[in-house]
């Protein structure tokens, strides 16, 4: 958890940095763009999903974490960002702003190299440099407030979240939870991964859970087990390969007793999504838009 005065400068620095490269209100974000005025420049003869073992061995840079997939490299001396190519752009711009967090922020200047991978580029990390560049990358990618106003004028659905998710060139993962935790209506995200289809009675496991500020007031914390079995309806929606789903209801167990909760499932053949909300919730929306599926 970082300090509140930590966040405030990141805040200054993301902000300027949107403001001064003319990034700010520009769709998707312009994460090149973002990066040419940080003077920072991406090695695009470096695939690290490729090169990953040779091109530490020939940097002379050996870390525990360039034994893990490698997702991102900042070179300060050279202001040089490697990538892994081999994923999607949209997490790719990610990575690009977590690196460009590692170097614009000015108290993390000792260090040269940063070598990142899904670990440190995960919302959990406790390493404060990590933590703190994921803060900055979230924050520029989604450019502030400019996610959270579009969201409410929103439908509350999974689908807003992707609209979104592609109208700044972001993740639907990565969409999806900014959007439920920036939400100011009752709503919660349960990230599903790995169906396993080789056992007898299918699983699979939580990868991640998130709710809204007032979620949480209303029902309290909502745990789950590390594995869900066939039991549950969306499991039995993932195990199926059901691609979406938006009239879903399911009982949970809250702080208020058993209440009925609509859900919506999305499958992106990476992670499934378990969006819910109480049956009820206000869902006006002064938008109308359509998403292919």
């Known amino acids: 958890m970082l300090e509140q005065h930590v966040k405030v400068d990141i805040e200054t620095i993301s902000f300027d940095l949107l403001k001064q490269s ?39 840079i050996q870390l525990t974490k360039a034994l893990k997939k490698v997702r991102g490299f900042l070179d300060r001396r050279e202001n040089v960002i490697c990538l892994d190519l081999s994923v999607k752009e949209n997490r790719q711009n990610f990575v690009k702003l977590h690196e460009t967090g590692h170097a614009v922020l000015p108290w993390q200047n000792s260090i040269l190299h940063f070598v990142d991978n899904d ?29 959270t106003k579009k969201a409410e004028d929103l439908p509350l659905e999974l689908n807003s979240a992707i609209h979104l998710a592609k109208q700044f060139g972001a993740s639907i993962h990565a969409s999806l939870r ?72 399911i009982e949970l167990e809250t702080s208020q007793g058993n209440i009925d909760f609509t859900y919506h499932f999305f499958n992106s053949t990476y992670n499934a999504f378990v ?19």
């Open 22 to 60: 003319k990034a700010l209100d520009i769709f998707p974000t312009p994460v090149d763009r973002i990066l040419q005025y940080s003077s920072l420049t991406i090695n695009k003869e470096i695939n690290l999903s490729i090169d990953h073992e040779s091109f530490f061995k020939k940097a002379s």
């Open 178 to 249: 900014r959007y439920v935790e920036h939400s100011n209506k009752r709503c919660s995200l349960l990230v599903l991964r790995d169906i396993s289809s080789k056992r007898e009675v299918p699983v699979c496991f939580v990868r991640d859970y998130f709710q809204s500020i007032s979620f949480t007031k209303t029902f309290g914390e909502i745990t789950w087990p590390a594995q869900l079995g066939y039991k549950w309806t969306f499991v039995k929606e993932y195990y199926h390969e059901k691609k979406f789903k938006k009239d879903g209801v």
């Open 275 to 293: 969006l819910l909300f109480p049956v009820g919730e206000k869902n006006k929306s002064k938008t109308r838009f359509l998403v292919k599926q």
């Open 119 to 147: 670990d440190t580029l995960d919302p959990a990390v406790k390493e404060l440099f990590e933590a703190e560049a994921n803060f900055f990358a979230s924050l520029t990618l989604f450019q502030h407030d400019r996610f």
